[in-house]
């Protein structure tokens, strides 16, 4: 996957960026040192433990806060009732059997994943669309509870800390890649990139039309704050 210059890439290259691009795929590369090379374990101290307790117990918290929000149907589609949207609880290539999304997430370019939507028949329904950008973003879940800002250009957001992959909830959407995903929405500048999520950081910012990353359908319309 060629990096352009003129359009900032959603997905920020890691230490291995250059097997990254020899693979064509972002995140298609996997870094794992010898075991002989693991670290060893920490050992906390009582105020380390005691915090990182802290922090699991206020990570629940949010979690459970979050999940109220979904209504969850039993058939592989998860209503979130703050915005009013339905969700396929399973990426598109994967396949919904009793509470799993089995198979793998298949990758689409922009404007394969848009075909793929049209007339897509699923849960009694084939309305289901590609979401826009925002609504994408509002599946982006951070277990810290922190978020960087995004930047003048929208760019960015990443969750912050030692955060947890994928960034969404997973009690809702499990067995997500920790991937690209794109959305409807074109760049207003250049109309060979389009906007998109990853729920490897949480972050958004654009890829090209030729880029190959995942997809999740929605239906419904997104519901404005007063």
């Not at 433990?49 to 699991?56: G, I």
């Not at 009013?84 to 922009?110: I, N, P």
């Amino acid at each position: 996957m060629p990096l352009r210059n003129t359009v900032p890439h959603p997905f920020p290259l890691s230490r291995l960026a250059l097997c990254v691009l020899a693979a064509g795929l972002l995140g298609g590369c996997e870094f794992k040192p010898p075991a002989s090379e693991a670290p060893p374990a920490a050992v906390l101290s009582p105020e380390q433990e005691a915090a990182r307790q802290a922090a699991l117990e206020a990570q629940q918290v949010r979690e459970q806060a979050l999940l109220a929000r979904y209504q969850i149907a039993g058939d592989g589609t998860v209503t979130d009732t703050e915005t009013g949207l339905t969700w396929m609880q399973c990426s598109l290539g994967q396949s919904w059997s009793e509470g799993r999304c089995l198979g793998e997430a298949k990758l689409f370019s922009w404007t394969h994943a848009l075909r793929a939507a049209e007339g897509f028949e699923f849960a009694g329904h084939a309305d289901w669309r590609l979401p826009t950008q925002p609504e994408l973003l509002t599946l982006v879940y951070c277990s810290t509870g922190r978020r960087n800002a995004v930047n003048a250009e929208g760019y960015g957001g990443s969750c912050a800390g030692d955060y947890s992959k994928p960034t969404l909830l997973t009690a809702a959407f499990p067995d997500t890649p920790a991937g690209n995903f794109w959305t409807s929405t074109p760049h207003e500048r250049y109309g060979y990139a389009s906007w998109g999520v990853a729920f490897g950081s949480g972050a958004t910012g654009v890829g090209t039309h030729t880029d190959y990353t995942h997809a999740r359908l929605v239906r419904g319309t997104l519901r404005t704050s007063q």
